[in-house]
């Protein structure tokens, strides 16, 4: 634990030098999102026939979607090429690896940063939506870990697949067929059971969905127990999964 | 500073490495005592970094054992470790960090305090001559300044035992002697330490004793003096012909030395008498382009024993 904390410590060094640059992104894209989709957007919704959507308005229906799905692209973002760049041209990883510090300390470390880095854009998320009045205090702070374990279940797995690469060449793919398809189609713009009846088996098992439920039942209340229970199980399975392969991989590419 | 009891620090028998089916290090018997500076001289490719990195427990040994600091690579990475110092043949600089931050962090990875590492930090960049640049970012700093920073990082936990891999590659000569000097002192200082090179000229002032490493074996073993005295005479003549002259030349040679040499360019005459071989040379009526006595080197005795020059 103490050597997952040294690598934490690296990586919020690392942060101080580098995050103002983020800072503008981390504010600027719920405020645009919640803008123009939520307000925007919402004022068709809201203005059609049943009014908003099952008579909930439609920024209070988007936001905890939209807090999913960003964790997600955050997840993302963190997960691809600072790890394969990390692996493969400062060597940071194998100069961690020459102290007592062991490849699953680096695994360990990276999760905890992950969910540090996490927590942060979630939580200016969960602030905004509270100046849009999209919701309220108490499902607000409770969306937070909701968002962040969803921005595991995505950034576990992707670190383990990227520290085995040695250019940037799958990331494109990986955004363009994963995090964009699942960004639209995980319930975050309208309810999954609009899905094609085929697909939303499938929708069901992606982490994007899962989590997009769960915070949206925090959000407008009614929580299904049965369905949380499920949307927590697929989001953990995810993270351990992808904590077992990152262990696996980190060791294969600093043992040799 | 080393261990009390006078066993090695670094113990291998029979070492092996294997990737697969290729075989990286063959089977390499050496040991390393406390206080000494030892060094592996060899060409590229020939397992010098694969068997840094098994002392280094970050390979695991395919064959044979090992024994570094008196403990087993396979169970005790981590307490080995953590008093080693390491100096990789890559730098794995970080360049989102400042010089300074680089030795702070590195100092937490061994649990060292923040003013504890502070301190050394500060020790060390005024060792390595970086003090200067301790505020600025790595990515600006010459090749020969980053190879300091990194040796300055792998003494903040002062290790019992220094790991360097080809330290001065690739830098100007100036960087070179720079670097040497402060291994020099290090030296002096009483560390030990192991480094690897395919420069003789390094191995020469730096090893209190090497083993010339190639194809993924130990072909000898000694000080540079030693080698050189059992492996090459004391001078060596080196003749140059004219491309067109060269065949005749080399018909009159035979009996002008111990041992002679053919490389692409030159000829190499061992003897223990250089100016006395010349004068021969120029007896025979040959007339070579140039003429150069010199005294025999790590090189001559790489040279003889695998009949290949160190960097080709
Ligand atoms: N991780 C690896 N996988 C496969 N082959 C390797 C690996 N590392 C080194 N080798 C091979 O082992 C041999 C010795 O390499 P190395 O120890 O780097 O030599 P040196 O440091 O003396 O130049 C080379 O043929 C090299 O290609
Ligand atoms: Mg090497």
Partial sequence: ?256 | MSSPTSEPLVLARGLTKRFGAATAVDGIDFQVAAGEAFGFLGPNGAGKTTTMRMIGCVSPVTDGSLTVLGMDPRTDGPRIRARLGVVPQQDSLDTELTVEENLLIYGRYFDLSYRESRTRAKELLDFVQLTERAQDAVEPLSGGMKRRLVIARGLINQPDLLLLDEPTTGLDPQARHLLWDRLYRLKQQGVSLILTTHYMDEAEQLCDRLVVMDKARIVAEGSPRGLIDQYATREVLELRFRPEDQAAAEAQLGGLAERIERLPDRYLLYTTDGDAAAVEVHERGLRPDQVLVRRSTLEDVFLRLTGRTLIE
């Fill in chain 1, 1 to 256: 634990m103490n050597h997952a904390i040294r690598v934490l410590e690296y990586q919020l060094l690392s942060y101080r030098r580098t995050w103002r640059g983020g800072l503008f992104t981390t504010f600027l894209a719920p405020v645009m999102f919640l803008l123009a989709m939520g307000l925007g957007l919402g004022t068709f919704v809201d203005g059609s026939a049943g009014g908003g959507l099952g008579g909930v308005p439609y920024l209070v229906f988007l936001a905890p979607g939209l807090l999913a799905s960003n964790a997600m692209q955050t997840a993302a973002g963190e997960s691809m090429y600072p790890i394969m760049s990390g692996i493969t041209w400062n060597r940071i990883y194998q100069a961690m690896t020459s102290t007592p510090i062991r490849p699953r300390d680096v695994v360990a470390g990276l999760a905890l940063w992950l969910v540090v880095r996490l927590a942060i854009v979630s939580v200016v998320f969960v602030a905004v939506m509270l100046l849009f009045g999209a919701t309220s205090i108490g499902p607000g702070v409770l969306m937070i870990p909701v968002a962040i374990l969803t921005g595991l279940a995505f950034a576990l797995p992707i670190v383990a697949f990227s520290v085995t690469q040695r250019t940037d060449a799958m990331f494109p793919v990986i955004n363009r067929f994963i995090i964009v398809p699942l960004f639209i189609f995980s319930g975050t713009f309208f309810p999954l059971e609009q899905l094609p009846a085929l697909l939303q088996p499938i929708a069901w098992v992606t982490p994007l969905a899962n989590g997009v439920s769960l915070a949206r039942g925090i959000a407008i209340g009614g929580l299904d127990p049965a369905l949380a229970v499920w949307n927590l199980g697929v989001l953990v399975a995810y993270c351990a999964v992808g904590l077992a392969w990152a262990s696996r991989t980190f060791h294969r590419r600093l043992v040799q």
